[in-house]
């Protein structure tokens, strides 16, 4: 079974920055896609970014430009940095992973990491 271990939350002042990182045990081949999401009090979850074993990423249009994505696929590890935080950037966010293939064959995850809290506040 895969776990995925968060870390890197915390209180930050808008402005400021704060690296998540996300490590997933319990397989031996490279996870397909990793990713970051986030929920705020009231809302429901959303996508932050997500990153291919491959290098392609994608983000929201709320944090493009502000947030970068990185991976290390040897330790199935994603991070994520987090530059020119807004107080609406305020969220627990969780790190996902889909699937891996083993061979030609695709082993869905959908496993979740149990959230880090990231507070933006003055």
């Known amino acids: 079974q895969v776990h995925l271990v968060e870390s890197g939350g915390g209180l930050v002042q808008p402005g400021g920055s704060l690296r998540l990182s996300c490590a997933a045990s319990g397989t031996i081949f490279t996870i397909n896609i990793m990713g970051w999401y986030r929920q705020a009090p009231g809302k429901e979850r959303e996508l932050v970014a997500f990153m291919t074993s491959g290098g392609s990423t994608t983000y929201a249009n709320a944090v493009k430009g502000r947030f970068t994505i990185s991976r290390d696929n040897a330790k199935n590890t994603v991070y994520l940095q987090m530059n020119s935080l807004k107080p609406e950037d305020t969220a627990v966010y969780y790190c996902?992973?889909?699937?891996?293939?083993?061979?030609?064959?695709?082993?869905?995850?959908?496993?979740w990491g149990q959230g880090t809290q990231v507070t933006v506040s003055s």
């Open positions: 996902n992973a889909d699937g891996y293939y083993r061979g030609t064959t695709y082993y869905n995850l959908n496993a």
